[in-house]
């Protein structure tokens, strides 16, 4: 997953307004949202390869999402699916900063990342590159690729001003943000940031919504958990060619506290 925006406890009705797109080689084979069959309080897509998830959210309200942290063409291998962090904190009861602290003491089994979890009255972020422990997440607009929190990318910062633009304006709606989300103009050259994989491929994957045959942009999702306890899940479907396969719609009209 290469870009998502969010913004946190700046809406007087949302405390969590997100959009996401999940970049993936089209090979690999994943699951569209659902409500899971062992765990049906979680809400999410499935990746079937290693059995975890890059989003989810569960009708208590909890919510996790898990990004990688692009760092050359060949990353190193590691026990655990970066997929597991998020499908654990959905499955399990701690409060997010014990879990995250608990994540903390063994980042090393997992392949590099950065991770959100939380509910709707607190958030966290943790990364294992570049961050010596988990943070709480400040209210505010914010944005991550494959980086840590807030890094500039030219896909992060002109996501955060359209989300930005989107609050101000008072069009927040799940095609508004799908539209943010579909967004496929490439980053000027001047502005590539240099991740190991060479200016050819940080061209391909700079857009917001990434068109590859082999890998790109598999999903976009939309979240808004309200403060009154309900949720809304939206997730479109692509395929290599960026055309439109199907779109899910959820909503949870009771989250417990």
Not at 29 to 55: E, M, V, Y
Request: proline residues 7%; hydrophobic residues 40%.
């Amino acid at each position: 997953m290469c870009l998502l925006v969010f913004a946190w406890k700046t809406h007087p009705d949302y405390p969590l307004v997100f959009a996401g797109n999940r970049d993936e080689l089209h090979a690999r084979p994943a699951a569209a949202a659902g409500f899971w069959d062992r765990a049906p309080q979680i809400l999410g897509g499935r990746d079937l390869q290693a059995g975890g998830t890059w989003l989810g959210i569960t009708t208590g309200g909890r919510f996790a999402v898990v990004t990688n942290f692009r760092a050359g063409l060949d990353p190193e291998k590691a026990p655990h699916s970066r997929g597991k962090l998020t499908a654990d904190f959905l499955n399990c009861n701690m409060p997010a900063d014990t879990y995250m602290h608990a994540i903390a003491q063994r980042a090393a089994d997992y392949g590099a990342f950065s991770l959100m979890v939380g509910d709707r009255s607190t958030l966290w972020y943790f990364s294992n590159r570049g961050e010596p422990e988990p943070r709480e997440v400040l209210p505010g607009i914010h944005g991550l690729s494959n980086h840590l929190l807030d890094t500039p990318w030219p896909k992060v910062t002109r996501s955060m001003a359209s989300l930005a633009l989107l609050m101000e304006q008072q069009i927040l709606t799940q095609d508004s943000l799908l539209t943010l989300l579909a967004e496929r103009t490439p980053a000027a050259n001047a502005r590539l940031p240099d991740t190991g994989i060479g200016k050819a491929r940080e061209r391909q994957v700079s857009p917001v919504f990434v068109v590859n045959p082999v890998y790109g942009t598999r999903c976009s999702s939309v979240i808004f958990l309200h403060a009154d306890g309900q949720a809304r899940f939206a997730e479109r479907w692509f395929d290599a060619a960026g055309q439109t396969l199907e779109t899910r719609s959820f909503h949870i009209t009771a989250c417990g506290p």
